[in-house]
């Protein structure tokens, strides 16, 4: 190789390496940013656990009982991009006060609007299915009321952790409206038509416990336990593989809009992908072995 050769190759590598560290040094400075308690005037955002692998997003407004309006929504998704950008991240939490998770979406918001086009044409709400987007797994942990956009916004998470004190409701039929965010849909799906009908048609709540034996909920806790116990889970799904927790996630929530048979053929689809994995064949050799297996999320 000529010098002249040498010379350009040697930049070219010197420029690649200079934009690689800029690009890495740009991605952890606004991940640093998204995490700082002054990014945010809506939402607190912090890394928790023992090798800080959960992200724990609490709602904060606390004069609205968090009622959910269009800026926290807004910041909600962008800590939800930043969760899901750091590779450290395993699994997220979302929370409120012990008083409310969330009391509903802003009223005063949606008061001012008062034409069909007005709504379609602003796409409202459209922003709220990015928890259900998440490709990491979510828990809520909900303390207090849950009412209308709340209970909808719990139930797009994976996994529902309450609070003793808990209070799960859709009253929009007392506003003169529907449930707009998947209120009529996922809470049918999670504890079935005469339930959901029954709450959807009168804004009747339910508690704690009935919502756990109706489904909704996978366990109840003292609220002073409640962030603890959801950030203890989170860490536990957080040390494995997120390559195949992503793919669990898949599997479930893909199920939902499918028959059996199609469904559990998905499955079999997934399952089958999951052996060209590194993480698959680390877990059985581990297994085999008996040692504790060390994925490398690929």
């Not at 809506?42 to 959960?54: A, F, L, P, R, S």
């Not at 997003?57 to 609205?64: D, E, M, T, V």
């Not at 039929?173 to 959901?196: D, M």
């Amino acid at each position: 190789m000529t010098t002249l050769g040498r010379f350009f190759t040697n930049t070219s590598k010197n420029l690649i390496l200079q934009v690689c560290k800029a690009e890495a040094s740009l991605h952890v400075n606004g991940l640093n940013r998204l995490y700082s308690s002054g990014a945010y005037e809506n939402i607190k955002v912090e890394k928790k656990g023992e090798k800080q692998n959960v992200t724990l997003i609490q709602l904060h407004r606390p004069k609205a009982l968090n009622a959910l309006c269009n800026a926290l929504i807004t910041e909600l998704g962008q800590a939800l991009d930043a969760a899901e950008a750091d590779a450290d991240v395993g699994a997220i939490v979302i929370t409120g006060s012990e008083r409310a998770f969330a009391a509903g979406a802003d009223i005063k918001e949606m008061q001012t609007m008062n034409s069909f086009p007005e709504v379609y044409n602003s796409n409202f709400l459209m922003n709220w299915d990015k928890v259900a987007r998440c490709r990491k797994p979510v828990l809520a942990a909900v303390n207090g009321f849950a009412l209308g956009g709340g209970c909808e916004l719990a139930m797009m998470c994976d996994i529902i952790y309450a609070g003793e004190k808990a209070q799960f409701g859709q009253p929009e039929i007392t506003l003169g409206t529907i449930p707009g965010a998947g209120g009529t849909q996922r809470l049918t799906r999670a504890i079935g038509k005469s339930k959901a009908m029954e709450m959807v048609l009168t804004g009747n709540r339910i508690t704690a416990q009935e919502a756990e034996k109706a489904g909704l909920v996978s366990k109840v806790f003292p609220p002073d336990q409640l962030v603890d116990e959801a950030i203890k889970t989170a860490e536990k799904i957080a040390s494995f593989s997120k390559t195949i927790t992503a793919i669990c996630k898949e599997s479930v929530n893909t199920g939902y809009d499918l028959t059996l048979a199609e469904s559990i053929h998905f499955e079999k689809r997934l399952f089958h992908a999951t052996f060209s994995t590194h993480d698959r064949k680390e877990g059985m050799t581990a297994f085999v072995e008996k040692r504790a297996p060390k994925f490398k999320d690929c």
